[in-house]
């Protein structure tokens, strides 16, 4: 089973700062099957990015995907107030698939 | 509009079953696969099964394998979770999602609301 660790936990921010949150994966993930998505609270989560770094329909340039093998990363370059949310990378190359712990950006 | 909307959570004892069924609308439901996610209070999200197009595969997590039956009925467009022999740590919201196919693979592109499961005595 591929474990994926997020880091940081907790992301502390301004609005109009740029957020990067990392997804490290215990083995490297076959053909980059790595998916982000972006949870608010009392909501279901929602895809940003499929294979690393292909934006999913309707989400914002300021979102960026990248990384290969075991180390992944998100990427927000100006935080607008509706991007206050927590992000979990997941990966879908092997069964059974799994998510990270998540990463919570909070307005500081 | 493209949805899943998932019904028949609720609170039942420890050892007992419930059936949660997803239904979904507005785009051809017989070519996805379709996935089952689990999220406990406060806690991340979990994986816990996927059937295929036709029904005839079906796959699970080691956790729930062996006590949850996923499937699907395309004539009616809906996918269930047969759950028996219920535990305390089953307790959790559980996302119905589409995988989205194509290039895009098993990333999942639509998810249901959820409906809300409580193992409890």
């Known amino acids: 089973e591929i474990v994926l660790t997020q880091s940081p936990g907790t992301l502390s921010l301004s609005p109009g700062e740029v957020a990067t949150l990392s997804c490290r994966a215990s083995q490297s993930v076959r053909s980059n099957y790595l998916a982000w998505y972006q949870q608010k609270p009392g909501q279901a989560p929602r895809l940003l990015f499929y294979?690393?770094?292909n934006r999913a329909t309707g989400i914002p340039d300021r979102f960026s995907g990248s990384g290969s093998g075991t180390d992944f990363s998100l990427s927000i370059s100006r935080l607008e107030p509706e991007d206050f949310a927590v992000y979990y990378c997941q990966h879908y190359s092997d069964l059974p698939f799994t998510f990270g712990g998540g990463t919570k950006v909070e307005i500081k | 509009e493209v949805q899943l909307v998932e019904s028949g959570g609720g609170l039942v004892q420890p050892g007992g079953s419930l059936r949660l069924s997803c239904s979904a609308s507005?785009?051809?439901?017989?070519?996805?696969?379709i996935h089952w996610v689990r999220q406990a209070p406060g806690e991340g999200l979990v994986w816990v099964s996927r059937?295929?197009?036709?029904?005839?595969?079906?796959q699970y997590v080691d956790s729930v394998r062996g006590r949850f039956t996923i499937s699907r009925d395309n004539a009616r467009n809906t996918v269930y979770l047969q759950m028996d022999d219920l535990r305390a740590e089953d307790t959790a919201l559980y996302f119905c999602?589409?995988?989205?196919?194509?290039?895009?693979?098993?990333?999942?592109?639509?998810w249901g609301q959820g409906t809300l499961v409580s193992v409890s005595s």
């Open positions: 294979g690393a770094s």
């Open positions: 507005g785009f051809t439901f017989g070519v996805y696969w």
């Open positions: 059937v295929n197009v036709d029904g005839s595969v079906t």
């Open positions: 999602v589409r995988a989205c196919g194509g290039n895009c693979r098993d990333a999942f592109d639509i």
